[in-house]
């Protein structure tokens, strides 16, 4: 079941200024920073985090554009902070700026600020 419809777009940005726009899945680097647009794509999308991240490591998600039903972020096969149904992650399409950081092999990837997305 989609979240509430918002104004996202997808446009990835890395640390070398380089710049795509995506509306497709997609596996994202280091220092990426992702704003989701699903007007040529279905219902949703899926982030990969990076498999093989260094502590520090970190990705961002921030929103404007066109509209978004439901965007997953997958790390490590497994999703994060379940929004939609169970077993995914969904990002609410009123969220202004999700991050996520990679602390250790130990604690893995976080989300900054570690509860839900701000809400405009």
Not at 8 to 14: A, L, R, W
Request: aromatic share 10%; with cysteine.
């Amino acid at each position: 079941m989609p979240l509430n419809a918002g104004e996202y777009s997808i446009v990835v940005k890395n640390i070398e200024s380089k710049r795509k726009v995506l509306q497709e899945d997609y596996t994202a680097a280091h220092a990426d920073s992702v704003l989701f647009d699903c007007s040529g794509a279905g219902a949703s999308l899926t982030l990969t985090l990076p498999s093989t991240p260094s502590p520090g490591d970190f990705v961002k998600v921030v929103g404007r554009g066109l509209p978004v039903y439901v965007v997953y972020v997958n790390f490590n096969n497994e999703f994060f902070k379940s929004q939609a149904s169970p077993g995914t992650t969904g990002i609410d399409v009123n969220m202004v700026e999700y991050e996520f950081i990679y602390r250790s092999s130990s604690i893995g990837w976080e989300s900054i600020p570690d509860a839900d997305l701000l809400i405009v």
